[in-house]
């Protein structure tokens, strides 16, 4: 039976096709049905503990993506009663509301797109994200969806908030996801335990991310020892290498050394929002001078500290033959009032 059951899985699993997919989501859960749940990744048994540890009973609550899983119902059950969780299929928010409304009657289901979220800037003190962020990072579509979707957390979470993020932690799931959050966020990453196996399996972690105030800059601590990890293979390489990289940008601020940045990066807020100063915050962009361009730019820029005076901004441009680019970066720190 168990056999049978997991053959249907699979073979369900197969009408998803392309996770972003709405059509294809709501296929998914009107041939599931109401009362059959499915979870992703870890079960409550092993989330719920680690979960549970963030959170305070009075918080406001937000679950994204929410599909039919029962982690919301778990959570109510636990004392959690602000709970608001949106998904864009109607036909899975039209089930679950079915099947919470007595048991649950607190709990607000609404049929929204996670990217382009009808809510208040700062309304809620915690997103749970079970799965989401992952489902949104097609790799064949890029990070455009994913980094809609982290900037609309960054703007419904109040200050002081978490956004805590239950994944399996590809690379490049790492990759936006740390660079996204990077200034003004307090970072970890923990594994959830789970029994080892024989079978090479994908391990489930939870990124959490808390919201501050100031733009200060943080370390990623990592709450596990890369040697008991008991993921296999290219997950194991690809967490240590995103976390060994990530930190390493984050040192190379702390020490005043330059940060180098991509065209890419710069949309994404990688390295925060240059409307606002950041002592000491220095970085190097790089444009052009790949492949067969003739042409290549770099822009440097150093803040100062915060000034208690009105303070203008003054920028000078130099543009340099690439042949001669030392001899004029020599003159012009020669001639320097800074």
Request: hydrophobic letters at 35%.
């Amino acid at each position: 039976m168990g056999k049978k059951k997991q053959g249907e899985e699979v073979e369900l699993l197969e009408t998803l096709g392309d996770f972003t997919s709405k059509e294809n989501w709501d296929k998914f859960f009107t041939i599931r049905g109401s009362d059959d749940s499915f979870e992703w990744y870890a079960e409550w048994g092993e989330v719920g503990g680690p979960l549970i540890s963030h959170l305070h009973p009075q918080q406001q609550i937000l679950v994204p993506g929410c599909g039919n899983s029962r982690l919301s119902e778990h959570l109510y059950d636990a004392g959690f009663k602000s709970i608001t969780n949106i998904d864009f299929s109607k036909v899975v928010i039209s089930d679950m509301l079915r099947r919470n409304v007595r048991e649950r009657p607190a709990m607000r289901w609404r049929v929204m797109d996670m990217t382009n979220m009808q809510l208040l800037d700062e309304s809620f003190d915690v997103v749970v994200d079970k799965g989401g962020l992952d489902a949104l990072m097609e790799p064949k579509l890029g990070p455009k969806l994913g980094n809609q979707y982290l900037s609309e957390v960054k703007r419904i979470l109040k200050s002081g908030g978490k956004f805590i993020c239950l994944t399996l932690a590809e690379s490049h799931v790492l990759g936006l996801l740390f660079s996204k959050l990077r200034f003004g966020w307090k970072m970890s990453i923990e594994a959830i335990p789970h029994k080892p196996s024989s079978k090479p399996s994908l391990q489930t972690f939870v990124v959490v991310a808390e919201k501050e105030m100031s733009s200060t800059l943080h370390e990623i601590t990592a709450l596990f020892n890369k040697y008991s990890l008991y993921c296999y293979g290219n997950q194991a390489c690809g967490i240590n290498e995103a976390l060994e990289n990530e930190n390493q940008i984050r040192k190379g601020h702390f020490n005043g050394s330059y940060i180098f940045y991509s065209l890419q990066d710069l949309q994404l807020g990688a390295q925060g929002d240059l409307t606002k100063l950041c002592q000491g915050r220095r970085f190097q962009l790089t444009l052009g001078g790949q492949g067969d361009s003739l042409f290549c730019y770099r822009a440097i820029l150093l803040d100062a500290r915060q000034q208690s005076t009105p303070f203008m901004y003054h920028c000078g441009v130099f543009i340099v033959p690439k042949e001669a680019d030392l001899n004029w970066r020599h003159e012009v720190f020669l001639s320097s009032d800074y």
